[in-house]
């Protein structure tokens, strides 16, 4: 009696069912019991067998079991042990239908090769989890690397499987590859400029994760939240998300913030432009009036008392305000400013601070403030600007100053009155 058809006996012997049906009800009695017994293993790994993996896992001190349970490492693991017992069992199931038995092999190969990648997909996702948790590796684009090795390990896998269903030699196929290769190279180009990206971003360190970056040309300003094989992914502050060629960020012009986050302020670079006729040469009794703004008393004394000595040594003749040196109300303006920022609680003083003149224009003369703000914050940031430009706007007037606006309609109709 052969072993190897227990039920076809038991149908031919004990039943007494035609030999040809016998043939026919042992493959099918066959497969369910080979069904059955691979869809309990499968319950019995996926319930069982995850409690108790994780059970044990929570009690090492490794993070690494954790990652492998959560990309169901142990899951894949054991869907490629359910096919190599599947494959093992083909001959008893098919033993009468070598032709089934040839398709069904084949198909089983390519069922282990599937599920042997996904195997290793996840042991990749699982050590770009686990490196993604150590400092040195949580900017880098780590998601590239695993998904180049993919599209290879796939690429391998889809030639291998019609190499299987196909019953040719596996070297055929990679000699027709290599024919192909300009073909592939045009096909997976986006993928190998993206690799090749990534590997630069990552050595010449350009980009991190969790960077603020602005590319005008493709709309992004906000945080890099992934870089992938093909593309790195923005949310802009407004929550929109941006999609950026992986390649773009070595091609073409773009701006990373993180030197300004590491940095000591965030640059405050701004203007107000003063109407020109409003500047002029300070009198003796304007320049006493002025010494009562505190913060410049002790320079306007000063200053005052060195352009007086100048003046008297060489013989100026100050009936005409021109002559010699004099003070203006813009220069007193400046100086103002400087100190007001020197005193400022939130302006780094360890980082250049500074009002400046501009060119002149035909709106003015741009009085520009340069510092760094110790907040680099964007909500705090604003605020600190708009505070200073505040007090800006509102003591321009203290100086007899004025600041250049364009006349309104309402500006026009009181002229023409």
């Not at 096909?187 to 990552?202: E, N, P």
Request: aromatic share 14%.
């Amino acid at each position: 009696m052969n072993s190897r058809k227990i039920f076809y006996n038991l149908y031919t012997n004990t039943f007494d069912i035609d030999a040809g049906i016998a043939m026919y009800l042992n493959v099918i009695t066959n497969l369910l019991i080979v069904a059955i017994f691979g869809y309990m293993i499968y319950r019995l790994v996926k319930l069982f067998g995850s409690k108790m993996i994780r059970k044990i896992a929570s009690k090492t001190k490794t993070e690494f079991d954790d990652i492998l349970i959560k990309n169901k490492f142990f899951l894949n693991l054991s869907r490629v042990l359910i096919f190599i017992v599947v494959y093992s069992f083909l001959d008893y199931i098919f033993i009468d239908f070598n032709r089934l038995l040839n398709y069904a092999q084949k198909i089983t190969n390519v069922c282990i090769v599937i599920s042997f990648i996904l195997l290793v997909k996840s042991v990749l996702s699982s050590i770009k989890d686990y490196l993604r948790t150590l400092t040195i590796f949580r900017d880098k684009p780590l998601e590239s690397y695993v998904q180049i090795f993919m599209v290879f390990l796939w690429l391998i896998g889809l030639i291998i499987s019609i190499s299987i269903l196909s019953d040719r030699p596996l070297a055929r196929f990679f000699t027709t590859l290599g024919a192909f290769s300009a073909v592939l190279l045009l096909i997976f180009k986006d993928a190998i400029l993206g690799f090749v990206a990534s590997i630069q971003i990552s050595v010449y360190d350009t980009v991190r994760l969790q960077d603020w970056i602005t590319m005008e040309k493709y709309g992004a300003d906000g945080t890099v939240v992934e870089i992938n094989l093909t593309s790195v992914i923005v949310q802009n502050f407004d929550n929109t998300i941006t999609s950026i060629p992986t390649y773009s960020l070595i091609s073409d012009s773009f701006k990373n913030w993180r030197a300004m986050s590491n940095s000591g302020g965030r640059r405050i670079k701004r203007a107000v432009s003063i109407k020109m006729s409003s500047i002029k040469f300070l009198s003796d009794e304007e320049i006493e009036k002025f010494k009562k703004i505190e913060i410049i008393s002790p320079y306007i004394t000063a200053i005052s008392t060195e352009i007086r000595d100048f003046n008297t040594v060489n013989e100026i003749n100050k009936e005409v305000l021109i002559n010699g040196r004099n003070l203006t109300n813009f220069g007193l303006f400046r100086k103002y400013l400087d100190v007001y920022l020197e005193q400022h609680p939130q302006i780094n003083k360890n980082l250049t601070f500074m009002t400046r003149q501009l060119t002149p224009t035909s709106k003015g003369i741009p009085l520009e403030i340069y510092a760094f703000s110790t907040m680099k914050e964007w909500v705090f940031y604003e605020r600190i600007i708009a505070d200073i430009f505040d007090h800006v706007c509102a003591a321009v007037s203290f100086f007899d100053l004025e600041i250049f606006e364009s006349p309104t309609g309402k500006d026009i109709s009181k002229l023409n009155r």
